[in-house]
């Protein structure tokens, strides 16, 4: 065990607090990180490190012994946090198998955040498994997560990637690295199922509590709390998967272990976004049925969100029966609500200001042709209303051609000029996402060349993904389709 070293509070700015310790012992594991061989800072993410209220210059310097697990800092009290999950629909007991919770930064302005070390040795929750973590994983996690955030989308973020100076040992050798993952929390949907795996109610009441005092306070004196927890769940996650459903992301690996309970956008594993258009896309070389493919997203959140209510029916009624009708009717609310956020998202990407009751034909009739003509998901939305949709190759269908003059026809029908339908259209279309192939040309040259310049061009062009700047060609251009048909994404594990 190492000695915690004996550093100013303020000298970097965190301003550890440790309020997970506040659950019963069972619910995590003191666990210091590894010490490395020859740590290195090869990202680090200033404006992030800004937003936390970090002394950027002084981090800066030790970011590579600190940010590697090498030198403690004052406050922290690492852990690493016991969960279980349905892991493609099979359940197992689990937790941080390498990831190492330093603790609870507060910012200036009083917000909290995990700042955790993923790749930082291994833990009682290992098994058999080395606790490290590839370089290549880790660095597309961050470019994917930070992407993520650059879309609007809620989402953990990443504030570092250090490499470690020693390979990890996967099917060949690979430089290890640690990745500063930064989160409202890493409560999942897991942490609760493991909770109710205990049998012990108190377990799982003060989970439920704690959870509601860290992310819903408001609801803390409610009739029924932990039905409107519930609710509230239920709520972020069909806003937050109509938002991935919005720009082509697919999570690879929805387990209910991946689930975050805040709404954020929790493991980039095999995660990766369509070009072409097919809602069956799936990426992951792991999901050999297609249980997590792009449209199969919203029916695998309903799925999860069950098993968490499945989890607290014995803290929402006293009656068994009555706490499943109870759950039962918020659970079925679900799919009504993801269309609900689907629809405002997708109308924003037509220009629809008003609404109307075709709507929803008027966008499920563009992704069918977008589908029939393999064409391209993000530049198809973004081109809509200029004169790159007339040259575009889905315009040769006279069926598309007909949904333009349907669609320019809606448009006419609401108060704000075109060109305003265009402006709107321009905050809801991303001009660039990170393009799997972009994402794997960097990935290759950062780890196996150790040129990051690629890497951080691509960081650069997905930082303002809405703006029309002048970028080359590369960033906003599909792949050959023959790359889809090939590619694929792996855990990283």
């Known amino acids: 065990m190492k000695t915690p070293a004996t550093l100013a509070p303020d000298r970097y700015g965190f301003n550890f607090d440790n309020s997970y310790l506040q659950l019963p012992a069972i619910f995590y594991k003191k666990q210091q990180p590894a010490e490395v061989k020859n740590p290195e800072t090869v990202l680090f993410n200033d404006s992030l490190g800004i937003a936390l209220g970090l002394n950027i210059n002084a981090i800066k310097k030790q970011a590579a012994q600190f940010l590697s697990g090498n030198m403690p800092y004052h406050g922290a009290d690492p852990i690493t946090q016991a969960y279980a999950g349905h892991q493609f629909g099979h359940f197992n007991i689990l937790g941080d198998g390498r990831a190492i919770l330093l603790g609870e930064h507060i910012t200036p302005n009083k917000q909290r955040f995990d700042i955790q070390l993923k790749g930082a040795g291994r833990t009682p929750y290992s098994r058999s498994g080395d606790g490290r973590a590839a370089l290549g994983p880790m660095l597309r996690e961050y470019i994917i997560s930070e992407a993520m955030y650059a879309l609007g989308i809620s989402t953990t973020r990443s504030l570092a990637v250090i490499t470690t100076g020693e390979n990890v040992y996967r099917d060949d050798a690979f430089p290890g690295a640690v990745l500063t993952r930064v989160a409202s929390s890493h409560i999942r949907v897991g942490t609760f199922q493991f909770a109710a795996a205990t049998q012990n109610l108190q377990h799982m009441q003060a989970l439920a509590d704690y959870t509601i005092h860290r992310h819903f306070p408001e609801i803390a004196e409610a009739e029924n709390k932990y039905l409107e927890f519930l609710t509230r769940v239920i709520d972020l996650q069909a806003s937050l998967i109509a938002k991935w459903m919005h720009v082509g992301f697919i999570h690879g690996v929805m387990n209910t272990d991946n689930m975050s309970i805040c709404g954020e956008t929790l493991d980039y594993g095999p995660c990766a976004f369509i070009n072409t258009y097919h809602p069956e896309t799936v990426f992951s070389s792991i999901d050999t049925n297609g249980r997590y493919a792009f449209g199969n997203q919203p029916k695998i959140a309903h799925w999860n969100l069950i098993r968490l209510a499945e989890t607290l029916l014995p803290l929402i009624h006293d009656s068994e029966k009555k706490s499943i009708l109870l759950a039962s009717e918020c659970l079925d609310k679900f799919p009504n609500k993801f269309l609900a956020f689907w629809l405002a998202g997708v109308r924003k990407k037509l220009g629809i200001f008003n609404q109307e009751t075709d709507d929803l034909r008027l966008a499920e009739d563009l992704l069918m042709y977008m589908q029939k ?87 650069l062009a997905v930082s303002d993904p809405y703006a029309d700047l002048n970028l080359p060609p590369k960033y906003t251009q599909a792949p050959e389709l023959l790359f889809d048909q090939q590619y694929k994404t792996y855990c990283g594990t």
């Open 373 to 459: 003509n393999t064409a391209d998901f993000t530049n198809t939305f973004r081109s809509l209303g200029t004169e790159a949709i007339n040259s575009a190759e889905i315009s040769q269908d006279a069926g598309f051609r007909n949904w333009l003059e349907l669609w320019k026809a809606r448009l006419s029908r609401q108060n704000e000029p075109f060109t305003e339908s265009i402006k709107l259209m321009h905050t809801a279309n991303p001009k660039v996402i990170p393009r799997n192939h972009l994402v794997e040309d960097a990935l290759n040259a950062a780890v196996n060349d150790g040129n990051m310049i690629i890497l951080n061009d691509l960081l």
